[in-house]
T-cell receptor, first 112, second 115 residues
Framework: QKEVEQDPGPLSVPEGAIVSLNCTYS??????FMWYRQYSRKGPELLMY????GNKEDGRFTAQVDKSSKYISLFIRDSQPSDSATYLC????????????FGGGTRVLVKP | AAGVIQSPRHLIKEKRETATLKCYPI?????VYWYQQGPGQDPQFLIS???????DKGSIPDRFSAQQFSDYHSELNMSSLELGDSALYFC??????????????FGEGSRLTVL
């Protein structure tokens, strides 16, 4: 079993809908959490960064972290066709040089 | 804003050849990571460097080696290439001032094709 689990999708939604993504993890030592968006053949683009539990909002994006449940979420409001991409959750323990552990990514398709 | 720069963007090699990928981190970032991403897969951690010293090692084959130089750029050297080495190779960087828990930024990747 992987340390970080993420539904691969595809998740198909109509334009304007809310996209709901989530990841579960098993390592309780994870301290910080990120969401990346990756278009085909491109590098992962950092969308949201959260340290420890709580919510964070940035424009149309809201990230939630529930460390007690080992569960993180990303919500995209007013989805656009340009949001169609693969979304990767990633998390790490800390200390300089420490690696990120990725979920497998969820492919999202926003239909006009 | 300056981003992580990787070169070359595309590379075609034959089996048993050698390839070198370069990564230039964001200015003032002192930690570099290398990831390998196969088709339809999530990025797999290879190796990382902090202040020019190897700090963590993942699933990097013995045929691969890497280092970080005094100007903080990093190079990934791959020898005796195999067909299975064909993948996107990403470099990422972060700044130690964040305590090693801060945001990690990725480059656009180098696509290696082994024929």
């Amino acid at each position: 079993q992987k340390e970080v689990e993420q539904d691969p999708g595809p998740l198909s939604v109509p334009e304007g809908a809310i996209v709901s993504l989530n990841c579960t993890y098993s390592n309780s030592a994870f301290q910080y959490f990120m969401w990346y968006r990756q278009y085909s053949r491109k590098g992962p683009e950092l969308l949201m960064y959260t340290y420890s539990s709580g919510n964070k909002e940035d424009g149309r994006f809201t990230a939630q972290v529930d460390k007690s449940s080992k569960y993180i979420s990303l919500f995209i409001r007013d989805s656009q066709p340009s949001d169609s991409a693969t979304y990767l959750c990633a998390m790490g323990v800390g200390a300089a040089g420490n690696k990120l552990t990725f979920g497998g990514g969820t492919r999202v398709l926003v239909k006009p | 804003a300056a981003g992580v720069i990787q070169s070359p963007r595309h590379l075609i090699k034959e089996k048993r050849e050698t390839a070198t990928l370069k990564c230039y981190p964001i200015p003032r970032h002192d930690t570099v990571y290398w990831y390998q991403q196969g088709p339809g897969q999530d990025p797999q951690f290879l190796i990382s460097f902090y202040e020019k010293m190897q700090s963590d090692k993942g699933s990097i084959p013995d045929r691969f080696s890497a280092q970080q130089f005094s100007d903080y750029h990093s190079e990934l050297n791959m020898s005796s290439l195999e067909l299975g080495d064909s993948a996107l190779y990403f470099c990422a960087s972060r700044h130690r001032g964040t305590g090693g828990t801060g945001e990690l930024f990725f480059g656009e990747g180098s696509r290696l094709t082994v024929l």
